[in-house]
């Protein structure tokens, strides 16, 4: 990636000059009025009605736990489920994490993720200091970092409100990057050893 942002930035420049210009009709607009009337979103309804509530929603969610197996605010909201009664959105998923041998693999897997992060570097792989600063921004946010950076900026207060819609699926893809340089950290280590325990206990990895 950054070989080719070295050797590439021509394009990339063109490629983003072209997306401004296409995109400007509702861009701009935006930008100037983040500049000339923010603090007007502060005071609208929907400010006043939900930003605060939906902060501390995703708040709850704040810690190594929940960041480990990806969990946010979306496990708490309750549904209409039939017959008048309310019931969790993702029950499915909540019954699921529930059973402590699923929790133990997410565990175990974001343990995996870990190591892969720390074999990356360790070998200097060309992505790993790009994917580890989308990383660290990720778990930043997720963490409740909103608080911190909208004391200097309050627009980012309600720009990340929810901080789980924005940077999950990110954290998931990173999540997913270095998990698969965590397995291959588990291959080196056993690939001097052929016995069927360490097969399938590599196979139960991937």
Request: aromatic share 20%; proline share 3%.
């Amino acid at each position: 990636i950054l070989s080719y942002l070295r050797h590439g930035w021509k394009k990339i420049f063109i490629y983003s000059l072209t997306l401004f210009a296409t995109q400007s009709y509702w861009l701009l607009p935006q930008i100037f009025f983040a500049f000339t009337n923010a603090k007007e979103v502060g005071l609208s309804h929907a400010n006043l009605l939900s930003s605060s509530e939906t902060y501390y929603r995703n708040l709850q969610f704040a810690n190594l736990k929940d960041l480990a197996l990806l969990k946010g605010f979306w496990f708490n909201i309750l549904d209409p489920s039939g017959d008048n009664k309310f019931d969790y959105l993702l029950l499915v998923w909540r019954n699921h994490l529930a059973n402590p041998l699923i929790a133990i693999i997410g565990y175990l897997s974001f343990g995996l993720v870990i190591t892969g992060i720390i074999y990356s570097l360790k070998k200097k792989l060309p992505f790993a200091k790009s994917f580890l600063t989308t990383f660290i921004i990720c778990v930043f946010f997720l963490l409740g970092g909103v608080q911190i950076a909208g004391m200097n900026i309050p627009l980012l207060s309600e720009f990340f409100r929810s901080p789980f819609t924005k940077f999950s699926i990110s954290l998931a893809f990173v999540y997913s990057v270095f998990f698969s340089v965590g397995v291959i950290f588990l291959f080196d280590i056993f690939s001097f050893l052929h016995s069927r325990f360490t097969y399938y206990l590599t196979l139960f990895t991937v």
